[in-house]
T-cell receptor
Framework: DTGVSQDPRHKITKRGQNVTFRCDPISEHNRLYWYRQTLGQGPEFLTYFQNEAQLEKSRLLSDRFSAERPKGSFSTLEIQRTEQGDSAMYLC???????????FGSGTRLTVV | DAKTTQPPSMDCAEGRAANLPCNHSTISGNEYVYWYRQIHSQGPQYIIHGLKNNETNEMASLIITEDRKSSTLILPHATLRDTAVYYCIVRVEGNDMRFGAGTRLTVKP
């Protein structure tokens, strides 16, 4: 396992549909993060997990968004009733401990039409 | 975490050193300086981080001023593949990374 994997790489969906993204972190990393990035902006923090516990959620994470990390391994990010404003790159990252840098995946690009 | 200020864009000639500045005048004593870069259509890549001493690794050098209010990331011999957006982040260990807009570095042949 050489990196963080995200699936799918691209997703096009119609407004109002639900979408789910998956992130597989580096296996020994116990911290997992989700970010959102729109064109021309830096990544914005959404939420993070330590093992299976979701420890922080940004106010950007509206009630249409939910993230899970069952068993402290892979994570899913679901967006319900998608809106055009949800179009963005969704990035996942993991780290082995608090003091280390993050390893990011290549992201899932969501387009809501 | 303290806020950082970076120039929006910079150019560098291929083979020359690229020096990317970052201002973090409100940094506190327990905040580290991190640098990441993001090449188009990829996720950010960790480059280097430090607290107060200068740091060097195979990718870059990080020079932090004595008062820690600013830092410079140095790519000693820039190549075309170093063209990317470079993010400077100041962070207390344990807090999540908060990215700004970064500096868009263009390495020109």
């Amino acid at each position: 396992d050489t990196g963080v994997s995200q699936d799918p790489r691209h997703k096009i969906t119609k407004r109002g549909q639900n979408v789910t993204f998956r992130c597989d972190p580096i296996s020994e990393h116990n911290r997992l993060y989700w970010y959102r990035q729109t064109l021309g902006q830096g990544p914005e923090f959404l939420t993070y997990f330590q093992n299976e516990a979701q420890l922080e959620k940004s106010r950007l994470l509206s009630d249409r968004f939910s993230a899970e990390r069952p068993k402290g391994s892979f994570s899913t990010l679901e967006i319900q009733r998608t809106e055009q404003g949800d179009s963005a790159m969704y990035l996942c990252a993991s780290s082995v401990r608090q003091a280390s840098g993050y390893t990011f995946g290549s992201g899932t690009r969501l387009t809501v039409v | 975490d303290a806020k950082t200020t970076q120039p929006p864009s910079m150019d560098c000639a291929e083979g020359r050193a690229a020096n990317l500045p970052c201002n973090h005048s409100t940094i506190s004593g327990n905040e580290y300086v991190y640098w990441y870069r993001q090449i188009h259509s990829q996720g950010p890549q960790y480059i280097i981080h430090g607290l107060k001493n200068n740091e060097t690794n195979e990718m870059a050098s990080l020079i932090i001023t004595e008062d820690r209010k600013s830092s410079t990331l140095i790519l000693p011999h820039a190549t075309l593949r170093d063209t990317a957006v470079y993010y400077c982040i100041v962070r207390v260990e344990g807090n999540d990374m908060r990215f700004g807009a970064g500096t868009r570095l263009t390495v020109k042949p």
